[in-house]
């Protein structure tokens, strides 16, 4: 069965410093890879996708992710986050040709960032 | 103008209460989702619906039963509300569900029963 494992429950930046999100994902197969982020309060927006070519994607709000496949990661990263970035970020993947279609979704990490 | 909306955006009520969750999106998707956002924050899909086929998540109890009228709604129906059951339900979309496609979310439903 797929799963998805993020790395890091809670991370507290200060204004102006670096994030990496760690995720990792359990599947033999070809995959597409998502970022979302919720902020307080709200629905799920995607941040960013991965589903071929480049393995270095850039969304929205200056993030990016690094797909390496021989890790079956898709780290998330920002160099210099805004107090703005204080949201719950979920990595997701779904199966290409899958029969369900449903994204499997990590645990999610809190992102807190002191200004 | 919205893309994919749900109502209500609360819904408090009892338990052994039996009530609805509506799912509407704009985008032309063929494709709608039910997922469930428990208190940790951890998201799970319930179900997918893709051209008046259900896929069913063996892990939901009976007591949740999706309906779609037309491709541009997917309802969630909760009979006999259980504590359990309180949590937020999100509904996405997405046009295809086999090979590259996104999902769009709606605002979520934050369902408590007491």
């Known amino acids: 069965a797929q799963s998805v494992s993020q790395h890091n429950h809670h991370v507290i930046l200060s204004e102006a410093a670096s994030l990496e999100l760690g995720c990792n994902y359990s599947?033999?197969?070809?995959?597409?890879l998502f970022w979302y982020v919720q902020y307080p309060g709200q629905h799920l927006q995607l941040l960013l996708k991965y589903f071929s070519g480049d393995p270095l994607v850039k969304g929205i709000k200056g993030f990016e992710a690094e797909f390496i496949k021989s890790k079956f990661s898709f780290n998330l990263r920002k160099p210099s986050v805004q107090w703005s970035d204080t949201a719950e970020y979920f990595c997701a993947v779904n199966a290409r040709g899958g029969s369900q279609g449903n994204l499997i979704f990590g645990k999610g990490t809190k992102l807190s960032v002191k200004p | 103008d919205t893309a994919v909306s749900q109502t209500p955006k609360y819904l408090v009520t009892q338990m052994g209460n039996d009530k609805s969750i509506k799912c509407e999106q704009n985008?032309?998707?063929?494709?709608m989702y039910w997922y469930k956002q428990d208190s940790k924050k951890f998201l799970k899909i319930m179900f997918s619906y893709n051209n008046k086929e259900l896929i069913i998540n063996e892990t939901v109890p009976n007591r949740f039963s999706p309906k779609s009228p037309d491709k541009a709604h997917l309802n969630l129906h909760i009979n006999s509300l259980e504590l359990g059951d309180s949590a937020v339900y999100f509904c996405?979309?997405?046009?295809?569900?086999?090979?590259?496609?996104?999902?769009?979310f709606g605002p979520g439903t934050r369902l408590t029963v007491t």
């Open positions: 996405a979309s997405s046009q295809g569900m086999g090979q590259v496609y996104e999902q769009y």
């Open positions: 985008l032309g998707h063929d494709t």
């Open positions: 599947y033999g197969g070809t995959v597409n």
